[in-house]
């Protein structure tokens, strides 16, 4: 089971993602010379017709932001994913005494061992900016389930590949949980790259 520690938050509004829509629509026309056939409201079956035919690169027209709060652990996970762009709370700028927390309760990742760790390391942490450590000497003493903000932008055809692969239970649990969390949120939005049938073109 997840803690409510670790959540998804979309940044990029929902005006401008149906905008970008409309671009990757244009885009597609382009190709097949069919811009005359555009409507405000065609995009979604337009854009569901490529993916089914295979098309999927005109997704990368559309570029969509989460902030993600989580573990150091997750997010080193997550950060491997290399057609992504990444901007991570620094632990070098910032005072982490709050933040050093478990993102999880699962009985088998032994959470009542973390919590101790945790208490201690955080002890010694906050004894380090006591004696005026600077933050460059006392982060190296943070351990991987520190909690920390990033946020992610990737195109919609990225997007659904992220997913593909984090939402698996070959994942880690947490970045398993933070996949599921942004994939609801684009159902939501783009709910047409998500039907069953159309879903396996675009992973």
């Known amino acids: 089971m997840i803690k409510g520690n670790n959540s998804v938050t979309l940044m990029t509004s929902y005006p401008d993602i149906i905008a970008q829509c409309q671009i ?56 491997r994913h290399r057609h992504c762009s990444f901007t991570e709370k620094s632990t070098r700028y910032c005072d982490f005494s709050e933040e050093i ?5 699962a009985e088998e990742f032994g959470v009542e061992i973390l919590e101790n760790v945790k208490d201690f390391i955080a002890l010694q942490y906050k004894a380090g900016k006591s004696f005026g450590l600077p933050n460059d000497t006392i982060r190296e003493m943070l351990p991987l389930m520190t909690g920390t903000k990033l946020e992610m932008t990737t195109n919609l055809r990225e997007w659904a590949y992220f997913i593909k692969l984090r939402e698996t239970k070959a994942a880690h649990p947490v970045v398993r949980d933070i996949a599921r969390q942004i994939k609801s949120s684009l159902q939501e939005i783009v709910p047409w790259v998500f039907e069953k049938e159309t879903k396996n073109e675009v992973y």
Do not use: C, Q, W
Request: glycine share 4%.
């Open 24 to 79: 990757a629509e244009h885009a597609g026309r382009l190709s097949h010379d069919s811009v005359s056939k555009m409507t405000p409201e065609s995009y979604g079956d337009f854009l569901n017709h490529l993916i089914k035919l295979g098309h999927t690169s005109v997704l990368e027209h559309i570029t969509i932001s989460f902030l993600i709060e989580t573990s150091i652990s997750a997010s080193r996970e997550i950060i």
């Open 101 to 105: 927390k478990v993102v999880y309760d």
